[in-house]
C-alpha cells in the first residue's frame, strides 16, 4: 500500500472549497485535520508499504517516484523503471 503524505496546510489549501467533506463542514477545519491526522497517521505508516510525500508536487511527479520506488522494493538490482501494468508484489520499506 503506498500512503500518500501531506501536511495539514496542504490539505487546508486542496479541500478549501470541497462541500463533499463532511468532517470538514464545520469552524475549525484546521483543527479537524489536525486531529484526524494524528489519528490516522500511525496507522497509515504501519500499514503502508511506501510513503510519499506529495506537497508541492504534481501529479506526475508522485506516480514517477511511486514507481520507481516500488519497482527498486520488487527488483531492487535493476535500474530500469517498471513497465505499466499492475503491481501485486508485497513490498516492504
Avoid at 478549501?16 to 463532511?22: G, H, L, S, T, V
Avoid at 506537497?55 to 520507481?68: G, H
Amino acid at each position: 500500500m503506498v500512503y500518500l503524505l501531506t501536511t495539514v496546510d496542504q490539505q487546508l489549501k486542496r479541500t478549501a472549497k470541497d462541500r463533499n467533506r463532511p468532517l470538514l463542514q464545520c469552524a475549525n477545519r484546521e483543527q479537524v485535520l489536525n486531529d484526524m491526522f494524528a489519528q490516522r497517521d500511525p496507522l497509515y505508516r504501519a500499514t503502508s508499504d511506501i510513503a510519499v510525500r506529495t506537497d508541492r508536487r504534481s501529479p506526475r511527479a508522485v506516480v514517477n517516484e511511486i514507481l520507481r520506488r516500488v519497482h527498486r522494493l520488487v527488483d531492487p538490482l535493476e535500474p530500469s523503471s517498471p513497465s505499466a501494468g499492475t503491481l501485486n508484489h508485497k513490498v516492504s520499506q
